[in-house]
């Protein structure tokens, strides 16, 4: 079954067995873990341990009989001093570990093979924590009883003998392999204590254990003599799954895997799987059929919408019942469900403890990397949780970020995603500079090329219902003639009167504008204002009204779409000029150069008439005109193949069938024979270019075209061939001197871009028939 969770037995532990021994005067108490033993046993026998040991920190006749570092060595007395601290910080760190292990019995279960990995880490830790407990009080208990019996002798001010044999002696090598080893190492003396995880592996300050840990947890310094040199753990490849995808046929288990989201956002999550679960199951039936020859193997997936944990979480949440955006939940629900029904193994989460588990984070504030491989082959995400990510793995952020895959609404370009590149360019923002393969981010319409479309499922109409509705009614769409407007809080509508007095003069004009208790909406009073309706109550709605009306705002959201698949005709108004990051504060700051042309341009562009009528929303007479001749048109019904929950599954199925961005070779998919070069005129964007042709633009292509051989195909004669600057146009050909450039940074491979001095080399591929994101040959 594709979802992995277990029930709150398989959480349930004791202890296993306990030894108590003497060790000079002193006892020191064994116990071993076992799957199923108490965790609140164990933070209570460390807390314990730990108010022990800082009740030794200073022995008392330490202060009264022997004035301070008197007879040692500055290294002696601050190991001497410190040791106590070093091995409390080690015992913090693991308790916090189990702390948040047992927290975890009140939040989403992680699956039974992570805890395990966890409970192994904490074995593993806990012989060495024992045997430093017992040499620590060993030693107290002999720098007591000698402080006891022997008389007080002053030293010899000149008397600085090393202690031989009470601790190993290390050099920070120097071995080419590892220049920055030095580095690392003067790093954590200075700063070893201001991050627990590094207590947690094991440092205490000294050379030897920071030498240890550069090793064999970051890799930073060659292995000890002596010991296996291998991979760090969270290198280490995790076991195969030989697993197949299946395709489900019920989607009950996936509501266990919501069980854990809580609040408005988890219950319109969860409420949308289900209202659509027909539509998906049939779609999975269709799919089946049509990839009997390619089953795919099994998944192990994250979902982590980090707009939903913590504080902004909170905030989000709560704009849900309030008329705040819709659409990042639209796609989370939509995704959720197209990852299970293809068979894949979930975990679902927006708690950032319980990503710290489930990713085995190290206790502390993430300055060292993951305790074990990566349990997840896939892991969606937001820029919200790619930042909570980087804030938990460490060294390992990096090593994984390849199946990383970032739910982005509203894209980004390669010229903002490389730092290095935005910074000298002029390309930087808040969100950009992640340094991922532009592909990772996949957005919510097919408006940014080097981006994967996504996308959600536009509601549909069950046939069940219409059949049942055609009983009592002449025709299931039978339309009022009724106008809806688009926007749900009454900021939206503001400036927006005239226009809306004009639509009045034809239609019956109606909103579902949010009401806060005690106010009402200050709306036109020629407007009938439901309020905030429920989504079910909301479709039912736009089933019989004539028009759905957009006021320039939210932009590029599902509900227009979700109009269209109900019969309804989208009117929305035209931008002039175009809106961007540099005249819009909505776009400001928004990794992303695009001309926004209207509220909808996918509606504008991939839809068109009759569906979708685009106005000047100043022009009285174009407004007018324009409604009625609305009016005299009739429209059926109509989804895009690609926002229907069939086209979904099969985008989605490709995307994780073919897309590999942990190779270090080029893309073989889609395949050469989709290629089409196109040479484009100046001042043009591969986007344009492409588009003009009927065609989109491929990035994963541009790979072919970054060759002299190609200029030649082309009929390009070049005096030079530029490789050395840095350029998001490149492979490009300037008529001035007949300069050709080739891109050296494959990450800048970009169909966006242009300037007025070149032409740009255009990957181009034909696309199916109503499915944008795929070529005719890649299925």
């Known amino acids: 079954m594709p979802a992995a969770g277990i029930g709150p037995t398989d959480m349930t532990v004791g202890v296993d067995s306990i030894h108590i021994m003497p060790t000079s005067g002193l006892w020191i108490m064994r116990f071993t873990l076992r799957p199923r033993s108490g965790c609140l046993v164990l933070c209570l026998s460390v807390s314990l341990l730990t108010l022990l040991l800082q009740s030794l920190w200073v022995p008392p006749e330490m202060t009264r009989e022997e004035p301070a570092g008197a007879g040692r060595s500055p290294e002696e007395q601050g190991h001497h001093g410190n040791s106590v601290r070093r091995l409390a910080l080690r015992l913090e760190a693991l308790s916090s570990q189990v702390q948040r292990l047992a927290r975890e019995r009140d939040t989403p279960q992680p699956a039974k093979e992570e805890l395990t990995n966890l409970l192994q880490s904490l074995r593993q830790d806990q012989e060495g924590l024992v045997r430093s407990v017992e040499r620590e009080l060993q030693r107290m208990a002999q720098k007591l009883e000698s402080l006891g019996h022997q008389p007080h002798t002053p030293r010899p001010q000149d008397d600085h003998r090393p202690q031989t044999g009470l601790r190993e002696v290390c050099e ?292 069940e219902q219409e059949e049942r509705e055609e009983e009592v009614e002449p025709g299931p769409y039978r339309k009022d003639n009724t106008a809806v407007v688009y926007g749900k809080q009454d900021y939206m509508w503001q400036g927006k009167e005239r226009y809306l007095e004009l639509i009045s003069q034809e239609l019956e004009t109606h909103g579902t504008v949010y009401q806060p208790p005690g106010h009402s909406a200050q709306l036109p009073s020629n407007i009938i204002n439901h309020g905030l309706l429920t989504q079910d109550q909301f479709l039912q709605l736009l089933r019989r009204t004539k028009v759905f009306v957009g006021l320039g705002f939210p932009y590029e959201g599902p509900a227009p779409l979700e109009a269209i698949a109900l019969g309804c005709v989208f009117l929305q108004p035209r931008f002039q000029p175009p809106r961007s990051s540099e005249n819009s504060d909505f776009y400001k700051g928004k990794p992303t150069t695009r001309q926004v042309s209207s509220q909808h341009p996918y509606a504008e562009e991939f839809i068109g008439k009759p ?169």
């Open 611 to 779: 569906y979708v009528w685009t106005v000047d929303m100043t022009n009285t007479t174009d407004v007018q005109e324009t409604v009625r001749a609305i009016l005299r048109t009739e429209v059926k019904p109509f989804t895009p193949r690609e926002f229907t929950s069939e086209g979904m599954l099969e985008r989605v199925h490709a995307y994780i069938t073919h897309q590999d961005f942990c190779s270090v070779s080029f893309p073989t998919w889609p395949p050469e024979s989709a290629l089409r070069i196109h040479l484009g005129p100046l001042g043009q964007s591969c986007v344009s270019v492409c588009r003009r042709a009927s065609l989109v633009c491929e990035p994963a292509l541009f790979h072919h075209l970054n060759d002299p051989a190609a200029f030649t195909r082309l009929g390009l004669s070049c005096s030079s061939m530029d490789q050395e600057v840095d350029n998001h146009l490149f492979p490009a050909y300037s008529p001035w001197g007949r300069r050709c450039g080739l891109q050296r940074e494959r990450l800048l491979f970009s169909c966006a871009g242009s300037d007025p001095v070149h032409r740009r080399l255009c990957p181009c591929r034909a696309h199916r028939a109503g499915q944008v994101a795929l070529c005719p040959d890649c299925l």
């Open 172 to 463: 920070v090598p120097k071995d080419p392999v590892y220049p920055h080893c030095a580095e690392k190492v003067e790093f954590l003396q200075a700063h070893w204590d201001s991050d627990l995880c590094y207590a947690f592996y094991g440092v205490d300050g000294t050379t030897c254990s920071i030498l240890t840990y550069l090793s064999e947890r970051e890799d930073f310094c060659p292995p000890h003599p002596g010991r296996n040199h291998s991979a760090p753990p969270w290198h280490q490849q995790p076991r195969t799954h030989k697993e197949k995808a299946e395709v489900q046929t019920t989607l009950r288990p996936l509501y266990e895997v919501f069980g854990g989201i809580q609040g408005p956002a988890g219950r319109f999550i969860r409420s949308r799987v289900e209202r659509l679960s027909t539509c998906w199951i049939k779609a999975g039936h269709r799919i089946r059929e049509n990839t009997t020859k390619t089953t795919s193997q099994q998944k192990r997936v994250l979902l982590y919408p980090g707009v939903l944990s913590g504080g902004v979480g909170q905030r989000f949440g709560a704009m849900v019942d309030q008329g705040g955006p819709l659409g990042e939940l639209v796609q989370w629900a939509d995704l959720s469900a197209s990852l299970f029904i293809l068979g894949h193994n979930l975990t679902f989460t927006t708690s950032q403890n319980h990503l710290h588990s489930v990713i085995g984070a190290a206790p502390g504030k993430g300055s060292c990397p993951i305790q074990m491989p990566l349990p997840f082959d896939l892991i969606y995400t937001d820029y919200h949780g790619l930042a909570h990510l980087q804030g938990a793995m460490g060294l390992a952020f990096q090593h994984y970020q390849c199946r990383f895959r970032i739910l982005d609404s509203f894209g980004t370009e390669p010229a903002f995603n490389l730092g290095t590149y935005a910074r000298s360019h002029g390309y930087n923002t808040l969100w950009g500079s992640w340094r991922l393969q532009p592909l990772q981010y996949m957005t919510m319409f097919p408006h940014t090329p080097d981006n994967s479309f996504l996308g959600f499922v536009s509601e549909e109409v069950m046939v």
